[in-house]
């Protein structure tokens, strides 16, 4: 058997081969088109905040790029999926389904509607949730009462199925629609990490009811703080809006509003950093691919670890490189990131699950094996497009 | 008795008369300083999002500007109330008073807590609270049961009292802090319109627990959007960035968040040119009151409408200028905003009350005709601060 302390040293040695004995960030931008010269455009418009002509058109190129019908540029990804929950309809004392594996986002959102996060499980294939389980797992607890989807264990309505696309890489798409439509759930994609992903040729969040994006600075994209949502929906859009800009009614000068709704849109200033953001996508997509094949081929003959590699029918933008340990080596984890840390080579575990966190800690959840091995075993390590910029 | 027609021409030829014959916004930002080095150094370090040093420093400003112990910077002035009330632990069903004379986002951060707004009177003094009828009314309706305010009516607890400085006029402060502490209340100043006002030199969202700013593009200075909570206890200060940062508890590499929290920081680029703006705000403070003056010498020798002036014991900051019409006037209010937006002067009645929209219209309220006068005879001019600036 391997000694573990050489499970460590391969890992280092391969992620130095890679990205040289400079220090390197987890996921850090990468500024080099037109973002100097639109932000002064916005500054010398005068139209910095919540009007302006970057708003639209960040708009207009969100739903270009990713062929959604529409987009709503929000503050960040939070209020996006906050937005779409809201969209849907979910309400106080609903639940909703999301992966036990996700940044806290996802949960804190649902708590936001006063609704109940419901845990589910993650596998392997996909780091997305495990479709054939939860549905066992539906068809056990669940029944359907007028077409609502209720369970029958504390009696409330299961309202939406809102799977996040670890790492950018989209899950069993076709299982989920499948579930969400047997189950009457509306199906919202927290397409957060997933900007640039595509499942058989068509993009992360627009396979629901509506999907959320995120610009922040760690993102494959930022606008500072920022994120989108996305629809098909002409009513949801108009919608989202209207509740995201404090549903004022269009008036010469009247304030006037019509339900409670939120301060949530995109400044000027951040839509004006992210047109120029956009238009780089494609480069940083390649760039990151192009790290992606550089690990591989670093990683490739290292026992004990594999890299993760996109789940076959989608096209992944690759956001953060992911290492697998083998069972036997997870608990040589921690050594790996704080040798790596300590080196200026930011890595980290995945999130903390979100049942082991005291606020979440009585939610209803399945059983959660698949996302407990994976939370013990996956490694992030350094993905920004910029760090192979000179070899490209 | 005056002829209607010859109230809306004296008002149009005053305005024309300090103005010009060119169009004038309500108010518009001025960017005349630092902003473009900042934002180039903060796109320069690459740190734009939620870490960054212009945050920092702009907190640190802002607390050294306004006197505050703690500034903590965040996406808007609605976040900044939602977080003041979590901070006097406002709760599902309790109800907090607020001015019915005030833009919406005052009541809707109620209701984002779960709270029921309760409405009170304004009056035409300070166009704040009316604090000897507000003091009368809660005598009547409420009773303190082992040190918490309750309402007789609705069984309800009263949590905190929630005056807005309207137009950035600071109201009955000392009347303020004697019902709060008499009711046992928690005083948190919305100061979205104030900053830069004080009452006996002591600046606006600091004499009550917390108080909160707001930057948006309309505002004295701006930060695109964005919104600060000001307060003098460390505990609270300490919570406060706790809260809007996703309760996330520090560690290496560690995603571990211990409540529910929020994405409530204001990103780096949006600080920086906060910082910039913040820089200057003494100038915009002095042409702003510079145009008051010219606005007071034009209007002065038109009968019929008076130009509202800071109450004493205060020095405002004169957001947005106001004339305020004669009773018998008041049915003249939409012709005149008829005929100088038409001119491009846009001018702007005061917000809707607040129990006149559909989802505020059950919320309770004390007897509102100081505040429905008010909105009758309120006109907002044109009163940003670069308006005189060739005067200057």
Redesign the interface.
């Known amino acids: 058997m391997k000694d573990p302390a050489k499970v460590v040293n391969d890992v280092l040695s391969s992620l130095l081969s890679v990205l040289g004995e400079k220090p390197a960030a987890l996921h850090?931008?990468c500024?080099a088109g037109n973002?100097?010269s639109y932000?002064?455009e916005c500054?010398d418009s005068?139209?910095?905040?919540?009007?302006g002509n970057f708003v639209n058109r960040f708009e207009n190129d969100l739903a270009a790029y990713t062929g959604a019908r529409y987009a709503v540029a929000v503050?960040?990804?939070?209020?996006a999926l906050h937005v779409a929950l809201n969209l849907a309809k979910v309400q106080a004392q609903d639940e909703v389904l999301l992966p036990a594996l996700t940044?806290?986002?996802t949960a804190?959102a649902v708590?936001?509607c006063?609704a109940v996060p419901h845990f589910v499980d993650s596998e392997f294939g996909t780091l997305g949730i495990d479709v054939p389980r939860l549905r066992d797992y539906l068809t056990t607890i669940t029944e359907l009462h007028d077409g609502v989807c209720v369970n029958k264990q504390t009696g409330r309505v299961i309202r939406a199925l809102l799977p996040m696309h670890t790492f950018g890489h989209l899950g069993d798409i076709d299982g989920l629609l499948a579930l969400a439509n047997d189950f009457k759930l509306a199906l919202i994609e927290d397409a957060a990490e997933a900007l640039g992903s595509t499942y058989c040729g068509r993009h992360a969040g627009t396979f629901g009811q509506s999907g959320t994006l995120s610009f922040?600075?760690?993102k494959t994209i930022?606008t500072?703080?920022g994120g989108a949502i996305l629809t098909n929906d002409p009513e949801l859009a108009s919608k989202a809006k209207h509740i995201t800009t404090?549903a004022?009614l269009p008036h010469?000068?009247?304030?006037?509003?019509?339900?409670?709704?939120?301060?949530y849109?995109?400044?000027?200033?951040?839509a004006a950093?992210g047109c120029a953001q956009l238009e780089q996508l494609d480069g940083f997509l390649a760039s990151k691919r192009a790290l992606h094949k550089a690990y591989a081929q670093a990683f490739e003959d290292v026992s004990g670890v594999e890299l993760f590699v996109e789940p076959p029918g989608g096209k992944s933008n690759y956001w953060l490189q992911a290492l697998v340990l083998q069972p036997k080596w997870a608990s040589s984890r921690d050594v790996i990131?704080a040798a790596t840390?300590s080196l200026g080579l930011m890595?980290?575990?995945?999130?903390?699950l979100m049942q082991?966190?005291?606020?979440f800690a009585c939610c209803p959840r399945m059983e959660l094996s698949g996302a407990l091995a994976l939370s013990e075993r996956i490694i992030n390590i350094p993905s920004s497009a910029g760090l192979l910029r000179e070899a490209l």
């Open positions: 850090e931008p500024f973002e100097w932000i002064k500054l005068n139209f910095v905040s919540s009007v503050v960040n990804g939070t209020a940044f806290v986002a804190n708590s936001y006063g922040n600075g760690n930022t500072g703080g404090t004022k010469a000068w009247e304030y006037r509003h019509d339900q409670i709704a939120y301060n849109r995109m400044p000027n200033l951040n950093l990131l840390n890595t980290r575990p995945v999130w903390t082991d966190m005291p606020h």
